[in-house]
């Protein structure tokens, strides 16, 4: 089975599942920014969440390319050292992660950009390998 992202990750994130980081991190952009938004939909949708976890690691798994680049590691990254850039020169990409170095992520706007879409990100660069 392709094992792209962890369950473990997800139950860490969606401690914070309230600003929606668990669904950023499982391929839901659309409901991550609601979450974000609504306090996980009045702390309602964060509890529902604790249960649905399974599903969503399931769908993220037969959705991305797994390979060389880890999905849990580049979204560690991402969370937690965004505004520097690391993820992206994790990912091989050392110009924008230069650029996010100096320009705090390039003014944080690179960051929410990278939130949205960093799962089709590493999984485009897992499938260059085939390329």
């Known amino acids: ?10 139950y860490i994130l969606w401690i914070f599942g309230f600003l929606g980081a ?6 839901k952009p659309v409901t991550g920014t609601i979450w974000l938004f609504t306090f ?17 690691d399931r769908e993220a798994d037969l959705r991305f390319n797994s390979g ?21 020169m994790y990912m091989g990409k050392w110009l924008t992660g230069i650029l996010y170095l100096f320009t705090a992520g390039f003014f944080l706007i690179g960051v ?20």
Do not use: C
Not at 1 to 10: A, E, I, L, P, Y
């Open 1 to 10: 089975m392709n094992d792209t992202h962890s369950k473990v990750v997800g």
């Open 22 to 27: 668990h669904r950023f991190y499982y391929g």
């Open 40 to 56: 996980g939909l009045l702390g309602i949708g964060w509890l529902i969440d604790l249960f649905l976890i399974p599903s969503m």
């Open 68 to 88: 060389q680049v880890d999905y849990s590691v580049a979204w560690i990254l991402l969370t937690f050292l965004g505004v520097f850039g690391i993820h992206r």
């Open 112 to 131: 929410i950009y990278d939130f949205w879409t960093l799962n089709d990100q590493v999984s485009i660069k897992n499938a260059e390998r085939f390329s």
